[in-house]
């Protein structure tokens, strides 16, 4: 009997030392078993939970979520944002063409004169229209890329320098500043202020930009800056642009002319598909259709039903 209760003493113990044992956290990087089916077993790898690693700036970088991540509304539903981004983007068609610009400021003595193009782009990123422009000798910016976002109700500029260096900034119109169209007796002109500031990169040395429409051939853009370690922006430069031509992008409501098959602005350039003629704004335009004329072409004849059903 006394045997027979040590053994049952000591199985007891055995027993509780084995199962109080806390299993150690599987490592961070470490492999666990999923499975995928009854029959599959594969490895897969631990998720770490440290932070995303982020990805450089980039044009096209809308920072929206990616189709198919959260709410998925399908290609109608991506349909209705590019329209919305296009319709916001209206009053950048004046922009459209070719620009001198003149600095306020001097280097080496002289104000810099710098010659851009502004155009359409709905090839960066086919889910995110764009404005974009680039510059030869603009002391500040090569190229840029100005788009809107639904999600934040913000315009996003990215900038790229002639040194390769990218800069993020975000904005909407000044207060009194929204877009405008006054006649001057012999057409409309637009007139706006848009304000933005530098989002990326956050640290080091900070960049505000105001871009100011004055009327169809002329704007202003105002740079400002702020030192690493300033808490105020203060102005560095006033460049003044003037447009080299005619606009050709902009419609008058009186006379609005052939429409661009693409943005909705003044159409000026021919293209065709299947022995139909239609027209396009701008080079980027151009591209865009000629990329998949098809889906442009439905587009434009589906908004031009619309608009003929709304006015019976």
Partial sequence: MLLRSL??????????????????????????????AKSEVVEADEP??????????????????PAGHGHSHGAEGQDEKEQSVVEALQPFQ?????????????????????????????????????????????????KGWLTYLPEKHLFRLTTESA?????????????????????????????????LVQVEPAEGEQYRLELAQQENNRYHLSVSRKPARGNKFTQLDVVGIQRKNTSFAVTDSDNPGPKCVVSGGLGTISVSHNGKSYTVCCTGCKAAFEEDPERW????????????KSQE
């Fill in 7 to 36: 053994c049952l003493i000591l199985v007891v113990a055995l027993c509780g030392a084995g199962c109080s044992e806390t299993p150690k956290p599987a490592k961070s990087g470490a492999k666990k078993t999923v499975k995928r």
């Fill in 48 to 65: 770490s939970g440290g932070e995303e690693e982020s990805g450089s700036l980039s044009f096209g970088d809308s920072g929206s979520k």
């Fill in 94 to 142: 004046v922009l459209l063409g070719d620009w001198e610009g003149k600095t306020k400021k001097q280097f080496d003595g002289f104000a810099r004169v710098d010659n851009l193009t502004w155009v359409w782009d709905f090839k960066t990123d086919k889910n995110q229209p764009a404005v974009t422009f680039v510059s030869d000798k603009s002391p500040y910016f090569a």
């Fill in 163 to 195: 040194e390769k260096e990218r800069r993020q900034f975000e904005g909407t119109w000044k207060e009194g500043g929204e877009p405008k169209q006054e006649s001057d007796g012999k057409k409309l002109q637009w007139s706006f202020k848009l304000d």
């Fill in 297 to 308: 072409i439905a587009k434009f004849e589906k908004a031009a039903a619309e608009m003929k």
